[in-house]
C-alpha cells in the first residue's frame, strides 16, 4: 500500500536521480550548444553573432542554480521525512529555490538576446520562482503561528 513515507522516499530517489542527470547533463553543455547554434533560428537583437558561448556560460550558471535547488530539496525532504515541518530551516529552503528558479530566468532573458525563444524559459522560470515565493511565505506563516502554539500550551 502506498503511503506518506514511500512518497518522501520515491521523491528523494527521484531528486538524486535529477542530481545524478544534470551532472551527466553537464558533459555534453559545449558540443550542444555549437550544434544548437547551428541549427536554430536567429531571431533576437544579436541574432547575428554565434550563440554558442553565451549559451554555454548561461547554461553552466543555471547548473549550479539547479544543483541549489536539488540541494534545497532534498534538505528539505529529510526535515519532512523526520517530522520536522513547520521549522525555520523549510523556509530557508524554499526561499533559496525561490531565488535559484529567478535568478535563472533572467539569465535566459540575457539569452533572448541572441534567440528571442529563450524569453519563453525565462518566463516560466520566473513564474516558478513567483509560486516558490509565495509557498515560502505561507510556510514563513505557519512556523510562526507553529511557533507561537507552542508557546501557548
Known amino acids: 500500500m502506498w503511503n506518506k513515507n514511500k512518497s518522501l522516499y520515491l521523491s528523494r530517489i527521484l531528486t538524486d536521480v535529477c542530481a ?4 551527466i547533463f553537464a558533459l ?13 533560428e536567429p531571431i ?5 553573432h554565434n550563440v554558442a558561448l553565451p549559451l554555454i556560460i ?4 543555471c547548473e549550479v542554480m539547479a544543483f541549489v535547488v536539488l540541494w534545497s530539496l532534498h534538505k528539505l525532504l529529510g526535515n519532512i521525512s523526520k517530522e520536522k515541518v513547520f521549522i525555520p530551516e523549510n523556509t530557508s529552503c524554499l526561499r533559496a529555490i525561490s531565488w535559484a528558479c529567478m535568478l535563472a530566468g533572467f539569465s535566459m532573458i540575457v ?3 541572441w534567440r528571442a525563444i529563450f524569453i519563453f524559459a525565462a518566463f516560466l522560470l520566473v513564474f516558478f520562482g513567483l509560486v516558490m515565493r509565495v509557498l515560502k511565505n505561507v ?7 507553529k511557533s507561537e502554539n507552542d508557546f501557548t500550551i
Open 20 to 23: 545524478g542527470l544534470a551532472l
Open 28 to 40: 555534453f553543455v559545449p558540443e550542444g550548444a555549437k550544434w544548437y547554434n547551428y541549427i536554430s
Open 44 to 48: 533576437g537583437i544579436l541574432a547575428d
Open 58 to 61: 548561461v547554461i553552466y550558471f
Open 111 to 113: 539569452l533572448a538576446l
Open 139 to 145: 510556510f514563513e506563516n505557519a512556523v510562526e503561528i
